[in-house]
């Protein structure tokens, strides 16, 4: 399937190919809820609008509005898009799952560099004060960690809240 771009619009230039894909790429993203059939029709009539206002979108494909190869070739890629979309629907609870295991590791190792360095004044500070407001007695600061100071400040917090 992912030969599809380069079977497809063999008559085109590079830029020309590119372009008329990316169009075709949002206009099936517009138009979801039509069928392959119904939206290769309203997009060649969308384009013979354009070509009979003298406005065409692209004017290298005014020859090939009404050929039988550029429509079998737009059918083709817009069955392509919906294989696609169909394949990352499936994918979507494993993608959901690795974010959250990646969340989960990233959380584990922010604790663990916090375990390692020294709490800052600010928290040995605000630890003081909560504590001090609560009439709680506070623990030995000396070789308290910073995760060990969050972990306390957030037991108060909770507690009193």
Known sequence: MQNIKN???LYLTQRQKSNLLGTLKSYYK???????DEL???FLEDEQYYLNINNPHFEFMMNYLDSEDFFRDMKKFFNFLEYEKKEKEKLEPYLLKQ???A?????????????KL???KKQLLYYEKIANT???AKKDTKNASRLD?????MEIVNEFS
């Open 103 to 115: 969340k989960e590791l990233r959380k584990k190792a922010q604790e663990f560099k916090m375990s």
């Open 149 to 153: 100071l969050r972990n306390w400040i």
């Open 118 to 120: 020294k709490p800052t």
């Open 99 to 101: 974010k959250e295991a």
């Open 40 to 42: 290769c029709y309203k």
């Open 134 to 136: 609560h009439n709680i």
């Open 30 to 36: 517009k138009f979801d809820n039509l069928s392959i």
């Open 7 to 9: 079977s497809i619009f």
